[in-house]
């Protein structure tokens, strides 16, 4: 069973940055797409952007030319750096499979942005 884990949210200002990790056991974290979600209070759960290892990586509209989505194998990790942080970007961030069967949540970070 991979077992999910979000770090690196937090309170920030509008125009901050941070950056979130999503570290994983297991080979089978390293072969797969792996995408980041987020839900915001109220709304459904969205895709932010996404990761494999061909290719090239793929992002909301919302958060294009702001995010950027990257992977160490090495380490199990997918990172999230968010630049230009907007209020409409506050709330729980996820990652998760990119395809297929998902696999259980972790507990998600969660980033507040302030206007």
């Known amino acids: 069973q991979v077992q999910l884990v979000e770090s690196g949210g937090g309170l920030v200002q509008a125009g901050g940055s941070l950056r979130l990790s999503c570290t994983a056991s297991g080979r089978i974290f390293s072969i797969n797409a792996i995408t980041w979600y987020r839900q915001a209070p109220g709304k459904a759960r969205e895709v932010v952007a996404s990761?494999?290892?061909?290719?090239?990586?793929v992002y909301a509209d919302s958060v294009k030319g702001r995010f950027t989505i990257s992977r160490d194998n090495a380490k199990n990790t997918v990172y999230l750096q968010m630049n230009s942080l907007k209020p409409e970007d506050t709330a729980v961030y996820y990652c998760n499979r990119g395809a297929g069967i998902l696999w259980t949540w972790g507990q998600g970070t969660q980033v507040t942005v302030s206007s």
């Open positions: 990761i494999g290892n061909v290719g090239s990586p």
